[in-house]
């Protein structure tokens, strides 16, 4: 039976010796399983490990929200187990997301030991930033390659508005810190709003340039009832690029970072312009991840409801992978060839929110 009083939660950050079993390669699915039914291998994962957030961003979340309860969460240890398997499997990269995951209690355990995964590539994370000037050095010594930061403006009243709670001055404090760390690249990730932050495009923008980091725009997804249509804020790519086109000037790149986004380079500059476009682009052809919730769902789509669950085989077999590996690979196959968000903008089809699948 496992110690409860030694698990990472538990314990002071980086405690040695604690990594939890993780059973040899037995299973008949072996590295390389993760093919669909479409022919798309899936290579990489974001891992969710938590649903809660320290920020109550109005696309995002409603504004009263009810948090799981811990018992229905991944452990850090299952959550290490899980990707472990999924590594196993053959996945490359794995991202670190939430809810915000520099709230959940010991994340750096868990990240250094993600990172040191044989046959693991690459480790990144996305965050609202707010913990970044505590964990920045932290999350570099951890292994993390990689740091998207979530930032929509660059006016504090409307940052408090758009996060409810946030304090973007603390915000471009972990920026500062994150860029002292030295990750290999920072992104920002700008979610695009009409009449709520279309303005402040080009100043997003200038301000990557000016700090040498990329920035992507992801046009609003309708994953969750947020209290409030969508129609009316939704900004698409197009009309941002044109935007941007007034001001800078933009080459198309084919450059990738291996997920969605499609890039612009600024010459004379080393910032990428992305946009993630799952209405006017929609990226499903190329589809190359999964996504696991804090409480242990595979959703092999991002805009579908399917889903298979994971946390019961976790605790049923806690020390054999193979019905896990067998579940992995068998929602697989119930992976969507696409999802459509078109029509979607005023009643939400996938009900759970974006703090649930982690973006
Ligand atoms: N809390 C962290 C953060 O905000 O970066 C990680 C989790 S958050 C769910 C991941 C990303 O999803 C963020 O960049 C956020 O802006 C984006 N996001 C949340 N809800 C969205 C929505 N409805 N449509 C598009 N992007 C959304
Ligand atoms: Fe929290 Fe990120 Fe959702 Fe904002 S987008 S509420 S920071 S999980």
Redesign the pocket.
């Known amino acids: 039976m496992r110690n409860e009083s030694l698990t990472p939660e538990a314990v002071p950050a980086s405690p040695v010796g604690l990594s939890p079993p993780i059973s040899p390669v037995t299973s008949r699915h072996p590295k390389g399983a993760l093919v669909d039914k479409f022919g798309r291998h899936v290579t990489y994962i974001r891992l969710s490990i938590t649903d809660r957030?320290d920020f109550r961003?109005s696309?995002?979340m409603a504004e009263e929200m009810t948090f799981l309860p811990r018992a229905q969460v991944l452990t850090l240890e299952e959550c290490l187990r899980i990707a472990g398997t999924f590594v196993d499997l053959g996945v490359t990269k794995v991202r670190v997301?939430?809810?915000?995951?520099l709230v959940r209690h010991n994340a750096i355990w868990l990240l250094e030991r993600i990172a040191g995964l044989s046959g693991l590539k690459e480790l990144v994370i996305?965050?609202?930033g707010s913990q970044l000037d505590r964990f920045a050095a932290a999350l570099r010594a951890a292994g993390v390659r990689r740091i998207?930061v979530?930032l929509d403006t660059l006016r504090s009243q409307r940052f408090r508005e758009i996060t409810r709670v946030g304090d973007l001055a603390k915000v471009l404090r972990g920026l500062d810190a994150a860029q002292a760390a030295g990750f290999e690249r920072l992104k920002l990730?700008t979610?695009m709003m009409r009449g709520v932050n279309d303005d402040e495009l080009i100043d997003l923008v200038q301000f990557a340039v000016d700090r040498a980091i990329d920035i992507a725009f992801?046009e609003?997804?309708p994953?969750g009832d947020i209290g409030h249509a969508r129609q009316s804020t939704y900004f698409g790519s197009e009309e941002a690029l044109a935007r941007l086109q007034t001001r800078f000037v933009l080459l198309p790149s084919t450059e990738t970072t291996g997920g969605p986004a499609r890039y612009w380079r600024i010459p004379g500059t080393s910032t990428r312009v992305g946009f993630i476009a799952p209405h006017s682009h929609n990226f499903c052809d190329t589809c190359n991840r999964v996504r696991i919730t804090a409480r242990g769902e595979l959703y092999p789509c991002l805009g579908n409801n399917d889903a298979g669950k994971l946390l019961p085989l976790l605790r049923a077999y806690p020390s054999d992978d193979g019905p896990l590996r067998a579940a992995i690979v068998r929602t697989l196959g119930i992976k969507a060839k696409g999802h459509d968000f078109g029509n979607q903008m005023s009643t939400p089809q996938v009900v759970r929110f974006?703090?649930m699948t982690?973006?």
Do not use: A, F
Request: aromatic share 4%; hydrophobic share 20%.
């Open positions: 957030c961003c696309y995002c997301t939430g809810g915000e995951p996305t965050t609202n998207n979530s990730n979610v992801i609003e997804m994953l974006m703090s982690g973006g």
